[in-house]
Nanobody
Framework: QVQLVESGGGLVQAGDSLRLSCAASGRTFSQYIMGWFRQAPGKEREFVAFINWSGKSTYYADSVKGRFTISRDNAKNTVALQMNVLKPEDTAVYYC????????????????????WGQGTQVTVSA
């Protein structure tokens, strides 16, 4: 069982930066694919980014590519999402997710590809 706790959300202005963090419990964190998803009001939850176990492979949604960076620290059991040049359309609840398969695949961009979820952290970007 893995528990995920997100932090770092808040209210910022367009163009600002924000860094989200996700702390994970469990001894096998380094084996997990870690992902970030987000859900805007009235919309489905959507994929944002994922990172493989070593941190050497990452993948981003087109909407955030070049602005967001996912990273992980296996020694600290944490994964981060650095968000730059934020836009009002980035406003959403951001969720951290873990996949215990040990390797990424096509399912890594879908909710069903993940086994554990955090409670989410709100990010609001004002125009």
């Amino acid at each position: 069982q893995v528990q995920l706790v997100e932090s770092g959300g808040g209210l910022v202005q367009a163009g600002d930066s924000l860094r989200l963090s996700c702390a994970a419990s469990g001894r096998t964190f380094s084996q997990y694919i870690m992902g970030w998803f987000r859900q805007a009001p009235g919309k489905e939850r959507e994929f944002v980014a994922f990172i493989n176990w070593s941190g050497k492979s990452t993948y981003y949604a087109d909407s955030v590519k070049g602005r967001f960076t996912i990273s992980r620290d296996n020694a600290k059991n944490t994964v981060a999402l650095q968000m730059n040049v934020l836009k009002p359309e980035d406003t959403a609840v951001y969720y951290c997710a873990a996949d215990n398969k040990g390797y990424y695949s096509g399912s890594s961009v879908y909710e069903y590809g993940y086994d554990y979820w955090g409670q989410g952290t709100q990010v609001t970007v004002s125009a």
